[in-house]
């Protein structure tokens, strides 16, 4: 016998009494459904992010998480997430990463190709873009990164951020 899905704004004792719901959000479990999903985070042209945990959401302090929808034929603006280490989970299509790689003698584009089931690291102030070349499949991926809210800082190009305390 399984266990009741629980109900949107339920904890970890979805059994107990409504003196449960009244719980401090950082004493209890979250559940936010898939239909719950908050679009009203930062954006970047060419593509939709949607907020799952947050600080907003459920009172997270150093993480957030939710999806990202690239159109087909899209390429998302050029972009960075400030401080944040970005994670990346490919839930479908083939997605492609596009950054700068400048260790060897000359500025280099690189392009990873990903497919569903892979991974992706963003360093913080990694400027890069997505893009889904595929002309009929929307590509969606899953996305944690390590501060409380979607940092996105929209570029005029892809370029090298250079440090300017060295």
């Known amino acids: 016998m399984s266990e009741p899905l629980t109900n949107p704004g339920e904890g970890f004792h ?6 449960s719901a009244a719980a401090p959000p950082r004493t209890r479990l979250h559940h936010v459904r898939a239909d719950a999903l908050d679009a009203d985070t930062a954006q970047s042209t060419g593509m939709r992010r949607f907020a799952a945990v947050s600080g907003r959401s ?8 939710g999806q ?8 998302s603006s050029d972009h960075h997430h400030g401080e944040s280490e970005t994670a990346i989970y490919v839930v479908s299509g083939h997605p492609e990463f596009v ?14 190709r990903t497919s569903p089931g892979d991974y992706v ?11 889904n070349p595929d002309p009929a499949e929307e590509a969606v991926v899953v996305i944690a ?8 800082v929209n570029l005029p190009g892809l370029y090298a951020l250079r440090d300017e305390r060295t």
Request: hydrophobic share 35%.
């Open 14 to 19: 979805p059994h107990l009494d409504d003196a």
């Open 58 to 65: 459920v009172g997270s302090e150093k993480l957030w998480m």
């Open 68 to 75: 990202t929808h690239v159109a087909p034929a899209t390429a």
């Open 99 to 112: 950054f700068l790689d400048d260790t060897g003698d000359r500025p280099e584009e690189v392009r990873l």
């Open 121 to 131: 690291f963003v360093p913080p102030y990694v400027p890069h873009r997505e893009e």
């Open 145 to 152: 990164r390590s501060t409380q809210e979607a940092i996105v």
